[in-house]
């Protein structure tokens, strides 16, 4: 009942449009939390987590033409989300400066909620773009463990530059660089 409400919540419309166009004060609130709470013990674990997260976004925005071609090259033939297995670890690290565990738990729980919600929507949406070779790549390629079965390495080690700028997620990285040069300027 409680996980059924929850679901509800992530999936009702005026919420969702409220926490999108609250989404920058939201992100300016955590930040603004983390550099007031963050613990130098966690950095470099929180940083190592956080890039990697972003290291599978930027590889996964280069194996990417959204909603034009159902490519599955890049990490997209491990795994279909990859972004959002990515953007799991880059918040992930940031909750890890907090150096305790509950913000962890916390964070995965709701996470858990947030992604599962938005994929089944999008899935919806990219099975009446793409149709049936959507249909069977959900047969063959799961939503977020990787499989490491019927694929080539050409496909795996795919990577377009233009992809990834025209998909901007450097900008993120750049982020992401200031805001660890920051908090470590803060804490040590």
């Known amino acids: 009942m409680l996980i059924r409400t929850i ?26 939390f983390i550099l007031f709470y963050a613990r130098r013990g966690a950095y470099y674990a929180a940083f190592c987590t956080t890039l990697a997260g972003e290291i599978l976004q930027i590889w996964a925005a280069a194996s990417l033409k959204k909603n034009k071609i159902l490519l599955p090259k890049g990490p997209y033939v491990l795994v279909r989300n990859p972004m959002y297995v990515g953007r799991f670890f880059v918040f992930l690290g940031l909750v890890i400066l907090f150096g305790h565990i509950i913000p962890v738990i916390i964070y995965c729980i ?63 990285l750049l982020g992401i660089i200031i805001f660890f040069i920051i908090v470590h300027m803060k804490i040590f």
């Open 7 to 32: 679901i509800n919540i992530f999936n009702n419309r005026l919420v969702r449009k409220v926490f999108q166009k609250m989404r920058v004060f939201i992100v300016l609130a955590f930040v603004l």
């Open 110 to 172: 709701l996470y858990s909620f947030y992604v599962t919600t938005r994929v089944s929507r999008e899935e919806i949406k990219l099975k009446a773009i793409f149709g049936n070779r959507y249909e069977e790549y959900i047969h063959r390629v799961n939503r977020f463990i990787p499989h490491f079965r019927n694929f080539s390495f050409s496909d795996l080690a795919y990577f377009n530059v233009s992809n990834l700028l025209a998909n901007r997620e450097l900008y993120n």
